[in-house]
């Protein structure tokens, strides 16, 4: 594998190019099905449409493959693909991230695999990833260990699949909206090939069984099934992505993560590439005590790092105490490093600022009624203050949840800070991998004497907002935080409105990771 030559990819890939055809075939069975076998013209015209255009997607998908090489060298591994267009593609070998294994259900009925090899940010754009699909399954894991520094094995397993998890499940809500998302996706179906739904079968006996209803229990039955049918969708879909979950420790250096029913995926990390770690708690996880994990490192990207991240997630919905435990472990911390955290509150002016949006929100939702009501007719008056009614509170509950939920601290080596409200988020940064400090105020801000502070890290989304903290005890904080390497910040009365305190630098340099030491305007300014 380490030799000079091209390499193709796997031929077993070209039946999987055919799978571009499933989707017009579906269509058209889907709607035999609906018209009991009989198609108009309109419909013959837009499924051939469907047909035509994924017959052409296969065919070049198929080109592609055939003029794909790819190889791998003593100092960087290379791409090159294209017919019309040659692309040729290489990352240096010294610069790789992450090495990220997946299979769809298709590759893995023809024992092939997804390679994607991830770049630091100094890499041009378009050689930051790397994807080799249609490897075989031996090559894949020949290629992980290659390709992964030390080619060191998982030999400590930090976490695995606990069936008690799946109870965390329904609570995500992600069910919910992939109903809706189906739901919406037939009615365009249904729109585009001229079907009325009131000619479909099972829909005209669902509605005539609704309308035999008491009011409350027409509105009452949908919602009911579409509440069960969302945690449903969401149990699938927590076993078909979490099923044989594994996080261990490579050799203490790296992390390995594997996870995955029918579509799988197999994910190694340096552990000198993380910078921190993300907890997420969304409102109905928060409720039932439990979280999210993802990780903050470097070659994973800013789109992922998001909670839902497919890519950065460490741990499926937990409880809060296993969520805390493993994020300990990943830090390579005690067992008890986040019991008991304690943040720094924010000053009593953020509350005020949140419930001023609160209020705010519900004023502009009630005005176009209030106004409406006063040209048109008494009704929407009294909409306005029954809806009212019941905004206000909630609005003002709100308010208070985000404000009790802003904070920071220094624990050990990381900088914590935590906000949101129906998504609360804890974030702990590693604060040697710090490369600048910016503080952000508003014109609304200053009058409050408010700052927001923003950590710019050279991973995940680049920048990790302290909101709404006095601009004194900021400033203060930064100091604390990055000792030695921001003396010379200037005083609160001299900053100017976004003022930029230090241009982000690439993460990946040759001194140390995260030396904040040697960066430029340090002490020596």
């Not at 198609?39 to 003029?67: E, K, M, Q, Y």
Request: proline share 5%; charged share 20%.
């Amino acid at each position: 594998m380490t030799g000079p030559e091209w390499q193709r990819l796997d031929p077993r890939m070209l039946a999987i190019s055919l799978t571009w055809l499933v989707p017009p075939v579906c269509s058209t069975l889907l709607t035999l099905l609906i018209t009991g076998g009989s198609l108009d013209l309109a419909a013959v015209i837009t499924l051939g449409s469907i047909g035509l255009t994924f017959l052409i997607v296969a065919v070049v998908f198929g080109a592609r493959l055939l003029t794909t090489r790819f190889r791998i060298t003593g100092d960087r591994v290379e791409l090159r693909s294209g017919a019309f267009v040659r692309r040729h593609r290489a990352v240096p070998r010294e610069r790789i991230r992450s090495v990220d294994v997946t299979a769809s259900p298709f590759h893995r009925a023809l024992g092939l695999r997804v390679v994607r090899i991830s770049a630091g940010t100094h890499v041009a754009a378009e050689s930051r990833h790397l994807t080799l699909d249609g490897v075989s399954r031996d090559g894949a894991e020949r290629l992980r260990r290659l390709l992964a520094p030390d080619g060191a094995s998982a030999d400590t397993a930090l976490a695995v699949l606990r069936l008690r998890w799946l109870r965390y499940a329904p609570l995500t809500l992600w069910g919910v909206a992939g109903v809706g998302f189906v739901a919406g996706g037939f009615a365009r179906l249904l729109d585009s090939l001229r079907i009325n739904p009131a000619e479909v079968g099972f829909l005209r006996s669902a509605w005539s069984g609704l309308t035999g209803l008491p009011l409350w229990a027409a509105i009452t039955v949908p919602v009911l099934a579409v509440v069960l049918l969302g945690a449903l969708t969401s149990l699938v879909t927590f076993a078909e992505t979490w099923w044989d979950y594994r996080l261990e420790a490579a050799g203490g250096d790296a992390l390995r993560l594997r996870r995955g029913l029918f579509s799988t995926r197999s994910l190694w990390l340096e552990r000198r590439r993380l910078r921190g770690v993300q907890i997420t708690e969304p409102l109905p996880l928060r409720l039932a005590r439990g979280a999210r994990l993802n990780a903050i490192a470097v070659g994973l990207g800013a789109a992922d790092d998001r909670s839902t991240s497919a890519k950065s997630a460490l741990l499926p919905p937990a409880s809060r105490r296993e969520t805390d435990r493993v994020a300990a472990a990943v830090l390579r911390e005690e067992p008890g490093f986040l019991t008991g955290l304690r943040l720094a509150p924010a000053p009593r002016a953020a509350l005020r600022r949140r419930v001023t949006w609160g209020l705010a929100a519900v004023a502009l939702v009630e005005a176009p009624l209030v106004i409406l009501g006063v040209l048109l007719t008494e009704v929407l008056l009294h909409i306005a203050w029954i809806s009212s009614v019941v905004l206000v509170p909630v609005a003002l509950a709100a308010a208070v949840d985000a404000y009790r939920n802003l904070g920071s601290a220094l624990l050990g080596r990381y900088l914590v800070t935590r906000c949101g409200t129906y998504g609360r988020r804890t974030v702990l940064l590693d604060r040697s991998g710090i490369l600048a400090w910016s503080v952000d105020q508003s014109a609304f801000q200053r009058r409050a004497g408010l700052a927001t502070l923003v950590a710019m890290v050279g991973a995940g989304r680049g920048g990790y907002k302290i909101r709404d903290v006095s601009l004194a005890d900021g400033l203060a904080l930064v100091r604390e935080a990055t000792p030695g390497a921001f003396e010379w910040l200037l005083e609160p009365t001299q900053l100017l409105e976004s003022t930029q305190l230090l241009e982000p630098i690439p993460d990946d340099r040759s001194g140390p990771a995260g030396d904040v030491s040697s960066l430029p305007g340090g002490p020596a300014l």
